[in-house]
T-cell receptor, first 112, second 110 residues
Framework: NAGVTQTPKFQVLKTGQSMTLQCAQDMNHNSMYWYRQDPGMGLRLIYYSASEGTTDKGEVPNGYNVSRLNKREFSLRLESAAPSQTSVYFC???????????FGDGTRLSIL | AQRVTQPEKLLSVFKGAPVELKCNYSYSGSPELFWYVQYSRQRLQLLLRHISRESIKGFTADLNKGETSFHLKKPFAQEEDSAMYYCALPPSGGSYIPTFGRGTSLIVHP
């Protein structure tokens, strides 16, 4: 039982490049989330998916797109990376109301 | 609107000293509340939750509805407690979005 799995763990991009961060969960959770974590800013929600087939913007969606491919997988795409998107990205899943979230190990993304 | 406030960005103590990480919340109704811990360069993990009322790794947290607080306490800090701690309200009602505090970095000096 792997929980929430994110790939890659590390990535360095040049400004303007694109990439997709992958996330998969094996806990049969309906909801999935993408966060970014920056020093002094805590966790900020980028996008979330309440259930398969739906996605919604979070607090900081600009510059990102997401795809809920199926119940297990939720990907985050940077179409044209910018240095301001240098961050640690966490995927999480949750069972629903009043339940905790389960997090992946994170992706450390540097954009030069 | 839901809100979670962790007033301290950084808390620095010596080994063996008591620790209290503060968390205040704004929520209409009876909240469930969580503390998550994130050790250096690792994932966030659930440390404890209000409803279970258990002690994990020597940490406890009591919900004080009058003060709208859920402070995390440990009587004797250990060096391995050094980590980032987040207080959070889970999704509730019709919302799917949890509310996290900004986090408190705990450093325990030898």
């Amino acid at each position: 039982n792997a929980g929430v799995t994110q790939t890659p763990k590390f990535q360095v991009l040049k400004t303007g490049q694109s990439m997709t961060l992958q996330c998969a969960q094996d806990m049969n959770h309906n909801s999935m989330y993408w966060y970014r974590q920056d020093p002094g800013m805590g966790l900020r929600l980028i996008y979330y998916s309440a259930s398969e087939g739906t996605t919604d913007k979070g607090e900081v969606p600009n510059g990102y797109n997401v795809s809920r491919l199926n119940k297990r997988e939720f990907s985050l795409r940077l179409e044209s990376a910018a240095p301001s998107q240098t961050s640690v990205y966490f995927c999480a899943s949750g069972q629903g109301s009043n339940q905790p979230q389960h997090f992946g190990d994170g992706t450390r993304l540097s954009i030069l | 609107a839901q809100r979670v406030t962790q007033p301290e960005k950084l808390l620095s103590v010596f080994k063996g000293a008591p620790v209290e990480l503060k968390c205040n919340y704004s929520y209409s109704g009876s909240p469930e509340l969580f503390w998550y811990v994130q050790y250096s360069r690792q994932r966030l993990q659930l440390l404890l939750r209000h409803i279970s009322r258990e002690s994990i790794k020597g940490f406890t947290a009591d919900l004080n509805k009058g003060e709208t607080s859920f402070h995390l306490k440990k009587p004797f800090a250990q060096e391995e407690d050094s980590a980032m701690y987040y207080c959070a309200l889970p999704p509730s009602g019709g919302s799917y979005i949890p509310t996290f505090g900004r986090g408190t970095s705990l450093i325990v000096h030898p």
